[in-house]
């Protein structure tokens, strides 16, 4: 019960699937804000955020843009403007804990987020991870697949899953 | 981040199925030696442990008893030798709980334990619910069935599951 190391809470992060809203998932928010309130409290010293945005590659970037690809350039440009929406989803979070004073890290890595997840908790194994979760039924999941009950069942480590409030759930529940 | 109420954790604990060895199960210890390292650490006044032990009338007390039922008394005697020990049990962790100055309260129920978890949760609404786990292989799973499992897909609030390290696991490992 000592000071000690304090303990690190890996949280995953993801962007909003709704359209024109280049922010933080609800359930991302969500799991992150509920971590601070119900575990770290005003413990700020105890504990460590390490935060993990994975960006999926082959399908980020093509939602609300209609890009041809005439040159390698724009495969580029693309990448970058990719780069730069993950770079300001993790802003959201870093700052945050910045104005609380909790230690925080941020990395972005990409592939798919339920393998890419479990690989970093191999990797850099946090005492536990929290993800959110939209809290889909079982005939919504089997279509969109969840990444926190991957993460529950695979990643080597405990697993907090927050499933997304009943009032924050958009009109399509698959969005998030 | 202010002070307000506690962060309230339902944690399960059951006995152990070693024999002679009449305490507490190693994951459950584990779960809760886990819970006040890791989430707790040195803030005690903001977290309160809600212990729930749910004895399992039909098996217990069959075990090392070796024993005739001839009359109604006889019944009573085990119900009360059941009784003693879950008490028992309790008094284990709140014991260390006063020690080291958190609230918490313990309950015993009877019945199916991965049904009366649930049914607790819905009924105390704790903020989440710390589990142990033997951490079986899928092929044990299978004839043992697991509590944490059920728990973590049907509980109505977040479930954090804390596995057995493999270190204190036991020669036949479906002990605990």
Redesign the interface.
């Known amino acids: ?3 000690g190391e304090p ?1 690190r809470i890996m949280v995953a992060v993801n962007e909003s699937t709704l359209k024109g809203y280049p922010h933080a998932s609800i359930s991302s928010r969500g799991a992150f804000e ?1 971590t ?9 010293s ?1 504990f460590k955020l390490l935060f993990l945005h994975v960006q999926v590659t082959d399908e980020d970037g093509f939602d609300d843009m209609d890009s041809i690809f005439a040159s390698p350039e724009d495969f580029a440009s693309m990448k970058h403007q990719n780069k730069i929406r993950g770079v300001h989803l993790l802003e959201y979070f870093v700052k945050q804990c910045h104005d ?1 004073g909790i230690a925080c890290e941020a990395r972005i890595k990409n592939g798919d987020p339920k393998e890419v997840i479990c690989h970093e908790v191999n990797r850099v194994r946090p ?2 991870l929290v993800v959110g979760s939209r809290g889909l039924g079982p005939f919504q999941r089997v279509f969109v697949g969840t990444v926190s009950e991957f993460c ?1 069942k695979h990643a080597e480590c ?6 997304r409030s009943a009032s924050e759930t958009p009109q399509d529940p698959v969005d998030d």
């Open positions: 019960m000592a000071a303990t509920w601070l309130k119900k575990i770290v409290r005003s413990n700020t105890g609380i005492d536990f529950a405990p697993v907090i899953t927050i499933k």
